[in-house]
């Protein structure tokens, strides 16, 4: 279903909620309004609160800009947000809650246990962490089987898929209820049947790291002629087809021989290598620093981050025009 068809449908029956008004919280939280869930925003941060409206609209300005949305259907979708700094009031008749806060655990699962008392028992609650188990954040909660993980990637707004992580006790019904709601939100849910350290994602992009940094470390190429191999080189047929296809189209003889011969040979390295390490150690942490594997100017790092963003708005102005939700 295309954005306006989406927009033309007015608000949905099920009430969202998000905990967590930051960065990922307000970008998800524009992503249910765009789609026409009316969304209640908790934070305990007033200012933030405050801000909500204000900073969902200078997120949702780019989506203008570009075309895959209309100024009036930006401002539905703003209009679809309220903020609240109380907890119960924001989730209490919920029948989703998007809980995205800080990456901790004991912090999270003391929220999960302030949520267990304040929502519907049958209320989902999902939350947005990219590395703890739902087991263990499921922990205070005496109904297991609502908790899972829908762990969204930055831009939350821009980047259709979603990992969906079940834990132990996740019911099938919790895993309905969020694949269907993903996908009427336009999202493309990636289901993990159990959880995993890293989820998909992240074991993905550990292992090409690991394999970089071998490389570079054993002076076989440099940063950017690496960076070059990848962004300008396969990247370029991942970002239309993931690597089973990708490999189903040079034919698996060829990569049966090619693992056979390279598997031997690649990095199994069971710790972060020393580039990694020493950096790490020295506060150079990338953009929010100003210096990581490469120098980074405030000016550079905007270019990047805005060169990023074009990327990925680039590839949603089609499915503006197409007529499927999937």
């Known amino acids: 279903m295309s954005e306006p068809a989406r927009q033309a449908q007015g608000s949905r029956s099920e009430r969202i909620a998000v905990v967590g008004a930051g960065l990922m919280g307000t970008s998800i939280a524009l992503d249910w309004a765009r789609a026409g869930f009316s969304v209640t925003v908790y934070d305990s941060d007033g200012d933030r609160v405050d801000s909500l409206t204000r900073r ?80 263990a954040l499921a922990e205070p909660v005496h109904n297991r089987g609502r908790l899972l993980v829908a762990h969204y990637f930055n831009p939350a707004h821009l980047i259709p898929v979603v990992e969906v992580v079940l834990g132990p006790e996740t019911t099938p019904e919790a895993v309905e209820t969020t694949t269907r709601l993903l996908r009427e939100a336009g999202k493309t849910p990636a289901v993990l049947r159990k959880e995993v350290p890293g989820f998909i994602a992240n074991r993905l992009q550990s292992a090409l790291l690991r394999e970089a940094l071998a490389l570079v470390e054993d002076g076989v190429c440099s940063m950017e002629d690496l960076d070059a191999v990848v962004s300008l080189g396969f990247g370029r047929r991942l970002a239309a087809f993931g690597p089973f296809v990708v490999h189903d189209m040079a034919g698996l003889d060829v990569w049966h021989a090619i693992a056979t011969n390279l598997y031997p040979e690649i990095s199994d390295a069971k710790e972060p290598q020393r580039t990694l390490t020493e950096l790490a150690a020295r506060g150079d942490f990338g953009l929010k620093s100003g210096r990581g594997f490469y120098e ?29 939700d999937d």
Do not use: C, F
């Open 56 to 135: 969902a609209r200078e997120i949702g300005q780019a989506l203008v800009e570009t075309g895959v949305i209309t100024a009036n259907e930006l401002n539905l979708a703003v209009a679809r947000l309220t903020g609240s700094v109380d907890l119960g009031e924001a989730v209490g008749d919920a029948d989703y809650v998007a809980e995205a806060i800080v990456e901790n655990l004991a912090v999270k699962q003391s929220l999960y246990a302030e949520l267990d008392a304040v929502t519907r028992p049958d209320a989902v609650l999902a939350s947005n962490t990219s590395t703890l188990m739902p087991s």
């Open 296 to 324: 980074w100017s405030p000016t550079e790092a905007a270019a990047a981050l805005a060169k990023r963003d074009a990327e990925l708005l680039r590839h949603l102005v089609p499915s503006k025009q197409g007529d499927s």
